[in-house]
């Protein structure tokens, strides 16, 4: 007999694949009563029962690490915890490189996966031959080798969890489907779900999205957006191999392979460079363990590849043709956290064929969020707020999932731009720029000049981990805006419109900084949690007594709308998105001045137009509400242009600028330009999870000011001192390169990371932002250490800074 659906919970968990599973074990074991889980079929019918269940370490940033390895940590303990078998062996894991720049990769992460206290070790070809002896490692650079990497058995692993989830109270249903959620006045009030032909309704307080390949539909029915597309993937597994003796997990990415030994039989999976989208016209009703026909032609060449790394292939009959669908993201990397249309709807989906490494970690993370209303850590890089609205369009994703399949395994080099899917939202200056020679990258769907090439240079990256073609025009735009003008369009940047009778104590409580300045003013300020912690960072202008602008960056625009809805309360102020209505064209460097100018009647001086102040300007036969700030640090206005405007105005600044030497930039410029003077970069050197005196932004916050939202926190951390302070490292050696994440080592010993990187072309020399551990010290103490940046296993010396290395005075800025 079906079990019976309750009428209330206090939280529905949709999905009961391997991460529907762990979020319910985790919520349980934190007390949390009334947690039901529904599966529309059978547990891990969807992606999780076919999964090749490898448990992966090393990852492409700290926090990933960090919930890998809680990943690898938990699934240890499952099997003694809940009785359940799950297969999980510590065998190790080989990752290989076949070329100079995936070693370095390669060896990049093992520095990061090393400050956060994983084993790993670099391995030379002789030593992989020895751990691997079936391997042609004839043409293998190195390798890496994580002695506590893994494998288990997928389908257990959720059983485990679910076991393990019921053990602690909470309910697991099977064969009930979910058709919608339900929610009133803004947040989540339940879901309807179908039982044997039977439709009920449970009313819940929370609702987790965990449905894999169907979140997106499911999402849509409640105007809430989870982009995400299933592919197909293939893996083959061989008959038993006589004599196989049991081998650590291998990967082999330049060939977008993985092999992994279980029973005496090898699977041999694959990342192919272009994938097959699946699902496209909806999943089948009775979708269940359900795998995909055969398609040989496609696995073929890397079957090929395959035999002649691993040549006892050959002669190994192949027992298993496996394809089955899996959900990717346009983006590769999953969703976690709260969606910002709806209070309370909860996701964790969409992840990249790394679902089972993944889940652990992100239901502990999840459920910790839901249970505490903050994250346990900075999860930006995951966080479904991230996700743009237009992504949800099928043909979108369909195209962009062709790429995202094959980036697991592909080389992720620095400035590594997406190459599908490109061109949904574009700059009045688009073609403009275009036709002078911009390179584009891409940020939240937005086009963005990042490097303008010379006449008859290829407009195109070279990738690499050193100096990539485009350094040398950097280099050019960097010292134009140094010594000249340089030219950005910044029309990227997200623009809110907060207006209302108590729009001024609604920003008063949201920002730190003071809001209650002249009509005119612009105010760099910082949204912050109760913990201290930096949710946003951006410029609020004030526009009139009831009208303010806040920019913000475009990747973050989501996010910032989402903070500021949510702490609407019972007042009068409403929030709109108004990125589209104007663009952003900065004119930037010490004759900007005089650019403006050539092509204004207005007052620029200090005295007319003051640093910190906009006003509006005419500029050509249009106008613009000028904003004197600067995010490159030098003199210099953002014109706030209506679009309709924007090309007139931009062909007035370029004929006007032309003899000034007016330089056309790109993001790649402004990036080196704002980390010589060691602006900060939200969701690398800011994030929630750092606050906001350790960011060094202690300036912008005003605690005169009666109440906001982390002032409590403010005035703790001013009274028990500083534990990490936010530091400016310079190489001395001037050839290497820092992009981030690469490990800060204090007198010898790792300490950190570095947040983010660029080249400082006028400082000459690589810079980096990163924390410092500082519990007692003061900051002569600090500086007094020697310092040094291990990339890629080599340690390199480095000068550091409290103050911006770069003009610390500002004496440029307010020129
Ligand atoms: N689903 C395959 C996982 C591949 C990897 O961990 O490298």
Redesign the pocket.
Not at 353 to 357: A, H, L, T, Y
């Given at each position: 007999m079906a079990k019976a659906v309750p009428s209330k919970a206090r939280v529905v968990i949709i999905g009961g694949g391997v991460s529907g599973c762990s979020v319910a074990y985790h919520l349980a074991k934190l007390g949390w009563t009334n947690v039901v889980l529904l599966e529309r079929k059978q547990l891990t019918c969807g992606t999780t029962w076919h999964?090749?269940?490898?448990?992966?370490q090393l990852r492409g940033s700290q926090n990933m690490t960090r919930l890998a390895k809680y990943s690898a940590d938990l699934y240890v303990k499952l099997e003694a915890e809940t009785g359940i078998g799950t297969g999980m062996r510590q065998c190790g894991s080989i990752s290989v490189a076949l070329t100079n720049e995936r070693k370095e990769e390669l060896f990049r992460q093992a520095s990061l996966a090393r400050a956060f206290n994983v084993d790993v070790r670099e391995i030379s070809p002789q030593e992989i031959k020895e751990m691997y002896p079936h391997l042609n490692v004839a043409d293998v650079v190195a390798g890496v080798h994580l002695p506590l990497d893994g494998q288990c058995d997928p389908a257990n692993i959720a059983m485990a969890l679910a076991k393990g989830a019921r053990q602690n109270g909470a309910q697991v249903i099977e064969g009930v489907k979910v058709t919608s959620v339900t929610h009133k006045d803004g947040r989540v009030t339940g879901v309807t779900c179908v039982q044997e032909g039977e439709t009920y309704t449970i009313e819940a307080d929370h609702v987790v999205n965990c449905a894999g390949m169907w979140a997106r539909d499911l999402a849509g029915t409640s105007g809430v957006t989870v982009p995400l597309h299933a592919c197909e993937?293939f893996?083959i597994v061989t008959e038993p191999i006589p004599g196989l003796t049991r081998l650590p997990?291998l990967?082999v990415p330049d060939e977008a392979t993985?092999y992994k030994e279980d029973a005496g039989k090898m699977l041999v999976?694959a990342?192919e460079l272009k994938a097959k989208p699946w699902g496209m016209e909806g999943i089948r009703e009775d979708f269940c363990f359900d795998q995909l026909p055969d398609d040989f032609d496609h696995f073929q060449p890397i079957l090929e590849d395959a035999i002649k790394r691993m040549p006892m292939l050959e002669t190994a009959g192949i027992h298993t043709f496996f394809n089955g669908p899996?959900s990717f993201t346009p983006d590769d990397r999953y969703y976690l956290g709260e969606v910002p249309e709806l209070k309370n709807y909860w996701v964790a989906t969409g992840y990249n064929?790394?679902?089972?490494?993944s889940s652990g970690g992100a239901g502990m993370a999840l459920a910790q969020w839901m249970n505490d209303g903050e994250p346990p850590f900075d999860l930006w890089e995951v966080d479904i707020r991230r996700a743009q609205p237009f992504q949800k369009n099928r043909r979108y994703l369909k195209e962009r999932v062709t790429e995202t399949l094959g980036l697991?395994?592909a080389d992720h080099f620095p400035y590594r731009q997406m190459a599908t899917a490109r061109g949904v939202r574009r700059t009045p200056l688009h073609e403009h720029l275009k036709a002078r020679g911009a390179v584009f990258g891409e940020v939240a769907g937005w086009e963005r000049a990042n490097w303008f090439a010379k006449p008859g240079q290829e407009r195109e990256y070279r990738y690499s981990w050193q100096r990539q073609n485009w350094f040398e025009n950097q280099r050019e735009e960097h010292l134009a805006v140094r010594n000249g003008v340089g030219f950005f369009d910044m029309t990227s940047f997200g623009k809110i419109r907060v207006e209302g009778r108590d729009a001024l104590s609604f920003l008063q409580r949201l920002c730190a900084g003071e809001m209650d300045v002249a009509a005119g003013r612009i105010v760099y300020t910082q949204m912050l949690n109760e913990r201290g912690g930096i949710e946003s960072d951006l410029t609020v202008t004030r526009l009139s007594e009831t009208a303010f602008l806040l920019v913000v960056p475009g990747a973050t625009l989501q996010r910032d709308l989402a903070w500021l809805r949510k702490h609407i309360a019972d007042e009068f102020v409403v929030v709109t998105d108004v990125t589209a209505a104007e663009s952003v064209l900065c004119i930037m460097g010490p004759k900007a001045r005089d650019l403006m100018r050539r092509v204004s009647p207005n007052d620029f001086s200090n005295a007319a137009h003051p640093f910190g102040t906009a006003r509006q300007i005419e500029v050509g036969m249009g106008l613009a509400r000028a904003h004197r700030v600067t995010y490159v640090g030098e003199l210099g206005w953002e014109l706030y242009v209506s679009t309709d405007q924007t090309a007139h105005v931009f062909e007035a600044l370029e004929e006007a600028g032309a003899d000034l030497g007016l330089k056309l930039c790109g993001i790649h410029t402004l990036d080196s330009c704002r980390i010589e003077k060691a602006f900060r970069h939200f969701g690398h050197d800011i994030t929630d999870e750092d606050h906001v005196l350790e960011a060094g932004l202690g300036f912008a916050v005003k605690t005169a000011k009666p109440a906001f939202i982390g002032r409590e926190a403010v005035l703790r951390k001013q009274e028990a001192g500083l534990d990490r302070r936010l530091v400016q490292f310079r190489l001395t050696d001037p050839e290497p390169l820092l992009f981030h994440n690469e490990a800060v080592v204090r007198d010898g010993k790792i300490v950190s990371i570095v947040t983010s990187g660029n080249y400082g072309h006028h400082l000459g020399g690589a810079i980096g932002l990163g924390y410092v551990p500082c519990r007692g010290e003061s900051e002569e103490e600090v500086l007094a250490s020697t310092y040094e940046i291990e990339i890629a296993g080599r340690r390199v010396k480095a000068e550091a800074s409290l103050k911006p290395m770069y003009d610390p005075r500002a004496e440029r800025v307010r020129a």
């Open positions: 999964a090749a269940g490898l448990i992966g993937h893996y997990v990967r993985y999976g990342f899996e064929s790394i679902g089972i490494v697991l395994y």
